[in-house]
């Protein structure tokens, strides 16, 4: 991708992770050979760098701030055209490609370089994955842990273009950021292409307690029915992992024997999501849980795959609680 | 006769798997943990090879962890191992740091 080489080659980039850069640039680059070493940084259109650099420095906050806007906007069409993305002439900022296609006379227009965008996207998808992992996950709600949530915000909430607000002679532009960036301005334009589809919200658990010794799960029928599974399928789950046995009410909740707080709860979904919702070759959420010949089968909506999974078993259950009155009841079912 | 999958490097994965760091271990070990009264917990270890000696196990256990703890012998599941208290994180570092069993052998379940 030549807009982000260009980006990133114009303004000096203080933070940045080599391996990821490397990769991202080989995948945009179309497998030619663009990489290059900083030593090689300075040929490339440093003009502007060295004009931003003048503007941060003056000490009176607002003028910088409004001419870097402007700087910014200016550089912002150039490389992402007008407001609907048209007029992207996408030779001119990448030195190398210029020299290379030259001979052959470049008339990249602009259906050209958006169908080279879409093939590129697909790879980086590739690349993606990685840092996506955190997007990807299933929101259980809002109040998924803090630190959980921080990662997942999409970078559209926060301000665009970050640096705006910031001493640029000393802080310059983030890696991050600018990454951060380039996939929202993808996303946006891409809409298909994201991995909206892969996202599977879930109401999050409402856990009440009931006296000292129960809690009431009281919107366990709607879970079960976002998760697209059999309400009995989830219950099984949720009383061997928590240990636990409970019935469910007349309202769609479940009452179960304990005490358990929403965290806990949360973790038990998740976990029930990763083993018997996600698919596991394309990890998205939409699949639905047939029995045959006594396996259960995960089958995927969305690329028709399927993988067997294991039956709940219970496991070993300690005795806890009023032996006696246990043995009592043993001896009155079985007394022949 | 049987057929073995034999892959390209001629290693039979079966024999492979077998023969494995020679470690008993050979099931999947489940870490579960139950609700007592109030805000008592029993841990249990489900599923550790018949070739250890769990007694000796828990003997260990119990002095590090600070808790009592015994063997159940149960028709369906063997021998099983219940701690007193929420003892799920040390009972695993402990299978790992002795090397009863490896991490992907350990299931942990509960919240
Ligand atoms: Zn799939």
């Known amino acids: 991708m030549s807009m982000l080489w260009h980006y990133c080659a114009a303004y000096s980039i203080k933070q940045r992770s080599t391996i990821r850069y490397n990769g991202i640039f080989r995948y945009w680059g179309e497998g030619e050979s663009l990489e290059m070493s900083d030593a090689e940084l300075p040929d490339i259109d440093l003009t502007k760098k060295k004009k931003k650099k003048k503007t941060a420095a003056p000490l009176d906050v607002e003028d910088t701030t409004d001419q870097r806007k402007i700087l910014d906007d200016a550089a912002n069409e150039d ?3 007008g407001e609907d993305g048209s007029n992207v002439d996408v030779t001119k900022f990448d030195e190398t490609l210029k020299k290379k296609k030259k001979s052959k006379k470049v008339t990249l227009d602009l259906g050209e370089g958006e169908e080279d965008l879409v093939g590129d996207l697909d790879e980086l998808s590739l690349d993606k994955k990685k840092k996506k992992k955190n997007k ?13 949530l921080e990662k997942t915000a999409e970078p559209g909430q926060k301000s665009e273009r970050p640096w705006l607000d910031r001493d640029m002679g000393r802080d310059g532009f983030l890696y991050e950021e600018l ?7 993808i996303n946006k334009n891409n809409p298909s292409s994201g991995e909206s589809s892969q996202k599977l919200v879930v109401p999050p658990p409402k856990l009440a307690r009931i006296g000292t010794k129960k809690t009431a799960f009281s919107n366990f029928d709607a879970t079960a029915k976002a998760l697209n599974r059999k309400s009995d399928h989830l219950l099984l789950y949720i009383f061997a992992e928590l240990g636990t046995t409970g019935n469910q009410d007349a309202s769609g909740g479940l009452i179960l024997k304990g005490k358990f707080v929403n965290k806990a709860m949360e973790k038990v979904l998740k976990a029930y999501c990763k083993e018997y919702v996600q698919c596991k070759t394309c990890k998205s959420y939409q699949t639905s849980l047939e029995k045959r010949d006594r396996l259960f089968f995960v089958k995927c909506d969305i690329c028709q795959s399927e993988r067997t999974v294991v039956a709940i078993t219970k496991g070993f259950q300690a005795v806890v609680g009023k032996r006696a009155r246990i043995k009592a009841a043993a001896a009155a079912a079985a007394p022949k | ?6 892959f390209d490097n001629n290693i039979d994965a079966f024999d492979e798997a077998q023969n494995d760091d020679k470690c008993p271990q050979k099931e999947m070990v489940h870490i579960r943990i139950q609700q007592r009264n109030g805000r008592k917990t029993l841990t249990t270890v489900q599923g550790l090879s018949d070739e250890y000696d769990l007694k000796k196990i828990i003997k260990v256990c119990k002095r590090h962890f600070a808790c009592n703890g015994t063997v159940v012998d149960h028709a369906e599941w063997g021998e099983v191992i219940q701690f007193q208290g929420d003892q799920r994180a040390n009972i695993q570092r402990f299978l790992l ?3 009863l069993a490896r991490a992907e052998q350990i299931k942990v379940h509960g919240f």
């Open chain 1, 79 to 81: 490389l992402f055209g």
């Open chain 2, 97 to 99: 740091g002795v090397k």
């Open chain 2, 1 to 6: 006769m049987t057929s073995r999958v034999v």
């Open chain 1, 179 to 185: 990454l951060d960036r380039v996939y929202a301005i």
């Open chain 1, 136 to 148: 990807a996950a299933l929101d259980i709600g809002a109040s998924l842990s803090a630190d959980g």
